[in-house]
């Protein structure tokens, strides 16, 4: 898997691109020492957010980094836990499982303890309390890519596995040549979606608030939290713009080429497709460092990269030889047993923990609990709706693509939290409450999970695929039930589950919003377990997080698994 700039004879180079490129590696080098400086900052009791826009600059680049800083940790997490469940049955009993409680579990849930341990791991720098926020929005991130990369290994047509064994590939070349380029547009689009889901919950990362205990942090996150709390409208728009600047300009240069790089990968029986480059990509074309940076790349990856001759006596000795396991007996059984006495440990402290919740909590708690239920399962079959017969739009037309893209980003993007005053005021303008107006705050964050996956695969549909169904003329209502559904309905379950879990987490900013200085509540377990958290009580907050994760699993396992085998067993092509 190579790549290399669309550098043409008749494309003249151009001085001022090359002082763009040279400026901007200054500027993020300068970054990059801002943050460092600002993570050995010594730990204050209070954090004054300063609400004047030209603070606002400083604060976009210390979200960004750590947004930045959590994607890298999803990515390398995503790849090793994703490729050892798939290669390791022993170990995917386990891992699958634990995502799917770690997906379950929101925000929140994760926060206050991470948050006292690393500050008292740190307790004379920031370093603690930036590590707890850059791991808070890597919670927000990881799981969907994760779940993606293990769906898309698991489709992987066996004869690119064949060929690679014929080919003496070892783990790398696997990897890098078969696997990855197979994932490359599910584990993208997942990643822009991931991206989105961190910056919705920047808010409560960034401002994050034990009880009495203030743990804010300087980002676009705690400063639109002081906006809304103030009632600042003014200080409110400065951090709308500026959030929209920085979603517009990850998305121009980071995301859009990434979309257009990931097309050459799409399977497909028709020879020489090419893939128009990107207009940034055409700008960097113009530009002779970035000529000199491209060959330095290839040549390094051909150093490194170069394939080993076919060998089908080596792939005939390796299949007559049985598995090997991925590691020994004995650490294996080792590993079960630091599990099993670790969970012994916990289950004794959380027994003393839950025995201080009354009767009429774990009440509470399960009413609450239906009534959430209820909300998610209406924002979930809500987004499907649109989602789906628009993923399917974009992710069949390229050319459309690339004009909604930008547009599509940056909703997606956008932290919802940020604006959920003014949708509650234009809900109780139209006569509603936050008892129904919060499905409409759990769908901003939870309908693009669907939207993306559909996208992605619509697009990784072969071309050959959609060329038979043209050339049949199916009617559109057989078009959609014979064809278009089947072959969407993998990444449309991926989607599922990960805006289900998405939709569990939205709930905690989504029935609990402290506006203006007033607090809007809807009945709810999201509301409890935003309340508990408040009062910092322990128990409470304890048995609302295990009910959710046991509700959320318990769907999992029984209704999207079984979605999921139907999925694998009958929509997937080449299996």
């Not at 909590?361 to 987004?383: H, K, M, P, Q, S």
């Amino acid at each position: 898997m190579s790549y290399s700039l669309p550098i043409t004879p008749a494309q003249r180079s151009a001085w001022w691109i090359d002082v763009c490129i040279v400026l901007a590696i200054g500027a993020a080098v300068i970054g990059i020492g801002s943050v460092a400086t600002q993570w050995e900052q010594p730990l204050r009791a209070t954090v004054d957010i300063d609400l004047s826009p030209g603070a606002l600059p400083k604060y976009m680049l210390f979200s960004l980094a750590r947004g930045w800083i959590a994607y890298a940790f999803s990515l390398i997490f995503t790849l090793l836990i994703g490729s050892w469940a798939y290669y390791d049955p022993r170990a995917r009993r386990f891992l699958i499982p634990a995502l799917d409680v770690l997906q379950s579990i929101p925000v929140l849930g994760f926060l206050p303890g991470l948050v006292l341990f690393l500050v008292g791991l740190f307790p004379h720098s920031n370093i603690g309390l930036e590590l707890a926020c850059v791991l808070m929005i890597f919670t927000a991130q990881v799981w969907n890519m994760t779940f993606s990369y293990h769906d898309s290994l698991r489709a992987v047509p066996a004869e690119f596995r064949l060929l690679g064994k014929l080919y003496g590939f070892n783990w790398w070349h696997r990897f890098w040549r078969i696997e990855l380029p197979c994932g490359a547009q599910g584990l993208l689009y997942n990643s822009m979606v991931s991206m989105a889901g961190g910056w919705f919950f920047l808010s409560i990362t960034e401002a994050f608030r034990l009880g009495d205990q203030d743990f804010r942090v300087p980002g676009i996150g705690s400063y639109m939290s002081v906006a809304i709390e103030r009632g600042d409208v003014r200080a409110q728009i400065f951090g709308i713009i500026a959030m929209g600047v920085v979603i517009i300009v990850v998305d121009r240069l980071v995301w859009w080429p990434l979309v257009v790089w990931s097309r050459r990968f799409k399977l497909d029986d028709f020879g020489g497709v090419t893939v128009p480059p990107s207009a940034f990509q055409l700008w960097l074309a113009r530009s002779r460092f970035a000529g000199i940076a491209t060959t330095v790349v290839e040549k390094l990856s051909l150093r490194f990269l170069t394939l080993p001759g076919p060998s089908a006596v080596a792939v005939l000795a390796e299949e007559s030889l049985p598995p090997r396991p991925a590691y020994g007996r004995w650490t294996y059984h080792t590993i079960v047993a630091v599990l099993v006495v670790a969970m012994a440990w916990g289950g004794v402290k959380l027994t003393l923990l839950l025995g201080q919740v009354t009767w009429n909590d774990w009440r509470e708690i399960i009413y609450c609990t239906v009534i959430t239920f209820g909300r998610v399962l209406a924002a979930v079959a809500i987004g499907t709706l649109w989602t789906v017969p628009v993923g399917v739009w974009i992710g069949l037309n390229p050319r459309l693509s690339s004009r909604l893209q930008p547009f599509i980003q940056f909703a997606a993007s956008f932290p919802a939290p940020m604006i959920y005053p003014w949708i509650i005021a234009l809900i109780i303008l139209v006569g509603g409450t936050l008892q129904w107006g919060a499905i409409i705050l759990i769908l901003l964050g939870t309908q693009w999970y669907i939207l993306f996956n559909v996208a992605a695969s619509a697009a990784a549909i072969p071309n050959d695929i959609v060329s038979c169904a043209s050339l049949l003329r199916l009617s559109h209502w057989r078009q959609w039930t014979r064809f278009l559904l089947p072959a969407v309905f993998p990444g449309l379950v991926t989607g599922w589950v990960t805006a289900a879990g998405g939709a569990w987490n939205a709930t905690i900013v989504s029935e609990y919003v402290n506006a203006g200085g007033k607090l809007y509540e809807a009945t709810g377990l999201g509301a409890l377990i935003s309340r508990a958290t408040a009062a910092a009580n322990f128990p409470k907050l304890t048995a609302e997080l295990i009910i959710m994760a046991v509700v959320v699993v318990g769907i999992n396992r029984t209704l999207w698994k079984k979605l999921q085998v139907i999925a694998d067993a009958r929509c997937r092509f080449g299996l």
